[in-house]
């Protein structure tokens, strides 16, 4: 099992910036690929980005490509979410992910989620 545990979520302005944490836990060494999705209320939950660990490739949606940026800490097996020029559309929980396989664009390739925070952008 992998645990996941999120924080740094919250409430910024519109053009504001916010940084996600994940630590994970466990038996992390099967992990491939970590990532975050995020969910907004009465839509499906959507990729954002995700980073493979061991050679630090990074792929990330249109929607937030040059915007969001992901990023690893080896030693402290923490990934980070770091959000900039927020928009309120960009409001959602997001959910750290991770998974075995090499790709992780797909909620149905994630094997382990974290809780969710919440992130809000006021206009």
């Known amino acids: 099992q992998v645990q996941l545990v999120e924080s740094g979520g919250g409430l910024v302005q519109a053009g504001g910036s916010l940084r996600l944490s994940c630590a994970a836990s466990g038996r992390t060494w099967s992990i491939a690929t970590y990532g975050w999705f995020r969910q907004a209320p009465g839509k499906e939950r959507e990729f954002v980005t995700a980073i493979r660990w061991s050679a630090g490739i990074t792929e990330s949606a249109d929607s937030v490509k040059g915007r969001f940026t992901i990023s690893r800490d080896n030693a402290k097996n923490t990934v980070y979410l770091q959000m900039n020029s927020l928009k309120p559309e960009d409001t959602a929980v997001y959910y750290c992910?991770?998974?075995?396989?090499?790709?992780?664009?797909?909620?149905?390739?994630?094997?382990?989620w974290g809780q969710g925070t919440q992130v809000t952008v006021s206009s």
């Open positions: 992910a991770a998974g075995r396989s090499r790709t992780l664009r797909h909620a149905y390739e994630t094997d382990y």
